[in-house]
């Protein structure tokens, strides 16, 4: 972070705030005046690198927050909102946008989260849509839950002195202590069904279309709802969800979290991940992992005193639509955008199924990123059905890409494509690609001349 240059005052008095110190007590903590951080929290001085060190070491303050914590969610997002047609004719611009979260933090943070809860424009419905309630819940926690990681990760060590085999490890504690035991079904018994709990039975029945990497998730995410059940619980009441789907649905996660954290345990993984350069296909292979799962995982490396790089991930169909959005604490606007650029190659991974398509990027707000692709397909999958198909895409800032075995080779540093985040919120000109104008831009017909770009609008 280059010196002089981030002015995050709203992050570090929420901080102060948390700790339930005076702006005196503080500064005599982290050795500075107390005028002058008095400043930073109103934006009128820079963060200096040295303050953040130092908040860093006494406060375990996480630099990559900064960007997470900002009002709105920043800039971007601010101006994402305001691209909704109703504000077309204020004509605001980047400057005003970014002098508004200096200057009135607060009411920036007022104005986004009225905007989201009024549902305007193409802003989701979060009250009507259960989806959107459970991954706003997840965002909250920054993808990271604590106590099921601890607790998985305690089980992990405590199967593995028994076994080498998690699947059979897992099975036989089931069996044993449960009382539950695992067959694996004809496809045509189960031709629509994945997995099945016969309690009348006292079986988990799984399909045998399963690959070894789902069989085990499976009977992890069964083992979870028996053993981590009164953390799944507490962390569902502390959501006070009003829909019982929506109840459901992040009960279901966090008992896959939970499997997650089972084959995958968080100081093995992270240690594998610094040690491999968060090589996927091997960390696949070390922990008997689909893509997707790793993929997952690594979004949720969040520990305090051991934290992972901030990955991104967005798994989209063909058509675009996004099933899984999730941005940890990147608080990558890529994974946040309801829109995906044709540019960004997460797209072209459909074209290369198996192949990892990586990519370096630029956001419109100069934030570069470099990402990774692949094709995956649902399980259960049988010839001569429908076939179905999914891209995973996956991200890290640029700055942070440095030690990653798919970095190899790639300048960092040098040129990047150009992304939006979908035409609709993408105010770049002359983008050959484009098929819709921005929001709240009115487009603009000449009879003289003709741009590269067919749709070209007002302040292109």
Request: glycine fraction near 8%.
């Amino acid at each position: 972070m280059a010196e002089g240059k981030i002015l995050a005052g709203h992050a570090v008095r929420r901080l102060r705030r948390q700790a339930g110190l005076t702006q005196a007590a503080m500064a005599e903590v982290l050795a500075i005046s107390p005028s002058y951080l008095n400043l930073v929290e109103r934006n009128q001085r820079p963060v200096s690198a040295t303050l953040l060190v130092r908040l860093a070491e006494r406060f375990d303050f996480d630099p990559r927050s900064l960007a997470a914590g900002e009002p709105g969610g920043g800039a971007a997002a601010i101006r994402r909102r305001l691209a909704d047609p109703m504000f077309a004719d204020l004509e605001i611009d980047r400057n005003e946008v970014e002098d508004w979260l200096a200057a009135a933090p607060g009411g920036a943070e007022a104005f986004a989260r009225m905007f989201d809860r009024a549902g305007a424009g193409a802003v989701v419905d979060a009250v009507a849509d259960p989806v959107a309630l459970v991954r706003r819940e997840i965002e909250r926690w920054r993808g990271h839950f604590a106590d099921l990681d601890s607790a998985a990760e305690a089980l992990a060590d405590e199967l593995r002195l028994g076994a080498g085999d998690l699947y059979g490890a897992i099975a036989e504690r089931l069996r044993v202590k449960h009382s539950l035991a695992i067959r694996v079904l004809p496809v045509d018994v189960m031709p629509d069904m994945l997995q099945r709990l016969d309690l009348h039975a006292r079986q988990l029945q799984l399909s045998e279309t399963l690959d070894p990497a789902s069989r085990t998730f499976a009977v992890a995410t069964q083992l979870a709802l028996i053993e981590a059940r009164g953390e799944i619980e507490a962390l569902a009441r502390g959501a006070g969800f009003a829909e019982r789907a929506a109840e459901r649905l992040f009960r279901r996660h966090l008992a896959s979290y939970f499997a997650a954290a089972l084959m995958m345990p968080y100081a093995r993984f992270l240690r594998a991940c610094e040690s491999t350069g968060y090589d996927i296909e091997l960390l696949q292979r070390r922990f008997g992992a689909g893509f997707e799962q790793v993929a997952h995982r690594l979004t949720t490396l969040q520990r305090v005193g051991a934290r992972g790089l901030a990955f991104f991930m967005v798994r989209i169909d063909r058509a675009g639509q996004a099933s899984k959005r999730f941005s940890g604490a990147s608080g990558a606007a890529l994974a946040e955008a309801e829109g995906r650029c044709p540019l960004w190659r997460l797209h072209e991974a459909f074209d290369r199924p198996g192949s990892l398509v990586v990519q370096l990027v630029e956001l419109e707000d100069g934030a570069r990123w470099l990402t990774m692709a692949r094709t995956v397909a649902p399980q259960g999958r049988r010839y001569g059905g429908v076939p179905a198909e999914f891209a995973v895409g996956l991200g890290v800032a640029a700055d942070q890409a440095r030690t990653l075995a798919v970095a190899r080779g790639v300048d960092l540093a040098g040129e990047a494509m150009p992304v939006g985040l979908g035409c609709r919120a993408c105010f770049r000109g002359a983008c050959p690609q484009r098929s819709l104008a921005p929001a709240g831009r009115a487009l603009t017909v000449s009879d003289r001349e003709r741009r590269l770009s067919a749709l070209t609008f007002a302040g292109d």
